[in-house]
């Protein structure tokens, strides 16, 4: 049997290693089986695990919104408390709120997610203050917030539908501040430091003074 030099047998897998890289990054047509394929959906989230969680149910609303230019518009969400849909112009409107965009996995948020909490028993019925969980792992967002005795209305925005509504910035947290006929007073794209940093901020955009 014929032995190939030890250089022409590595010249081989050199070409062999360079072929197989183009074929993997080659682009793949939109109708081809790997074009079409899509990262595996997050697993459902069974009522057992939502009231475990202990969260307060998403807001009703209930105002008039006929004619509103609010950029929620057409945005509806899915409520973690019990995994239904919420229009978030409608339950939002009417009163002034404050929807902070967070991620299990985000540090930040961690830290200023009980600031919220503490706000938002301070404002009371003058402010809502609703989460809004930015990454489509509802099953960790619920852990999440219960190991921080986090109970706030929220709601699980996958694909990041409210972030784009408002032209908000890829980072978190982030906080959406609206006034009560659904316009956007301001985007506040920083954690808050204390519980006093988010009143001073709501008062100031809002006029909400607590």
């Known amino acids: 049997m014929t032995r190939w030099p030890v250089a022409a047998r590595l010249a081989l897998v050199a070409v062999i290693v360079a072929v197989a890289a183009v074929v993997a990054l080659w682009p793949r047509s939109a109708d081809s089986p790997e074009a079409g394929r899509q990262a595996p959906a997050a697993a459902a989230v069974s009522p057992e695990v939502r009231a475990a969680a202990g969260l307060t149910p998403c807001p009703a609303g209930g105002a008039d919104v006929a004619g509103n230019d609010s950029p929620l518009a057409g945005l509806a969400l899915t409520c973690l ?14 009163k002034p709120a404050l929807l902070n965009l967070w991620a299990y996995w985000c540090a930040p948020c961690a830290e200023e997610l009980p600031h919220l909490q503490e706000y938002a028993g301070r404002a009371g019925d003058r402010m809502t203050v609703l989460t809004v969980h ?4 509802e099953a960790y ?18 694909g990041a539908a409210l972030r784009n509504a408002v032209g908000a910035p890829a980072v978190l947290p ?3 501040l609206l006034r009560a006929d659904g316009t956007v007073a301001d985007v506040v794209v920083r954690s808050f430091t204390d519980t006093d940093d988010i009143a001073r901020t709501v008062a100031g955009e809002l006029g909400v003074a607590v």
């Open 134 to 137: 930015s990454d489509p792992e």
């Open 141 to 158: 967002s619920l852990s999440r917030l219960t190991g921080l005795g986090i109970t706030l209305p929220g709601v699980l925005d996958p």
């Open 174 to 176: 982030i906080s959406v």
């Open 81 to 94: 408390a019990d995994g239904k849909p919420v229009d978030l112009r409608a339950a939002l409107a009417g």
